[in-house]
């Protein structure tokens, strides 16, 4: 007699799924519970092909980001930080600590146009651009900031719900 044993995992009609030990020998792993009957439940009247299900569709699970720090660039190295619009100015919050404001700086001449200056007395001059991104260059020595509308869009990490649209 062979003394091997064949070991096989199926589904045996009334028992569920388990294990096939050699021939004839059956454990159950998990007792399957009778499937469910499509149509309506007993006594309840047919619906046609076309209707509505009195149920309202389950909402989509809810688009979390991931953090709250956008993509922004000084001098091309993007850092992250977050940007507080102010009536008169720009408030920027980097990711490594620091701070700045920039409050505008009423223009001295007419036509002359309006700079933000920072608490060192640097000028930088603001353009919003057409996407909405916000760059602000230094008039004196060229640094750029670059600050971008919204969040930069991050696949989610393994068991998050990210805020990326397909």
């Known amino acids: 007699m062979n ?4 070991v096989a995992i199926g589904v045996r009609a009334g028992i569920g799924i388990g ?3 050699g021939i004839g020998g059956w454990l159950p792993l998990l007792h399957a519970a009778p499937a469910p009957v499509a149509g309506p439940p007993p006594g309840a009247a047919p619906t046609s092909p076309g209707a509505t299900s009195p149920h309202p569709p389950a909402p989509p699970l809810p688009q979390i980001a991931r953090d709250t720090w956008k993509d922004c660039a000084y001098n091309g ?3 992250g930080c977050r940007d507080e619009q102010l ?3 720009l408030r920027i919050v980097w990711k490594d600590g620091l701070r700045m404001t920039y409050r505008e ?11 933000l200056e920072d608490r060192y007395g640097g000028l930088w001059r603001r ?5 909405g991104n916000t760059v602000l260059t230094n008039l004196r020595n060229g640094n750029r900031i670059l600050v971008p509308l919204r969040l930069t869009c991050r ?3 393994r068991g998050e719900v990210g805020y990326c649209h397909p």
Request: no cysteine.
């Open 155 to 157: 696949p989610p990490l």
């Open 77 to 79: 190295e993007t850092i």
């Open 127 to 131: 353009e919003l651009l057409v996407q």
């Open 19 to 21: 294990i096939g030990i």
């Open 3 to 6: 003394s091997r044993r064949m």
């Open 105 to 115: 700086r009423p223009a001295r001449r007419r036509g002359e146009p309006v700079y």
């Open 87 to 89: 009536a008169q100015g």
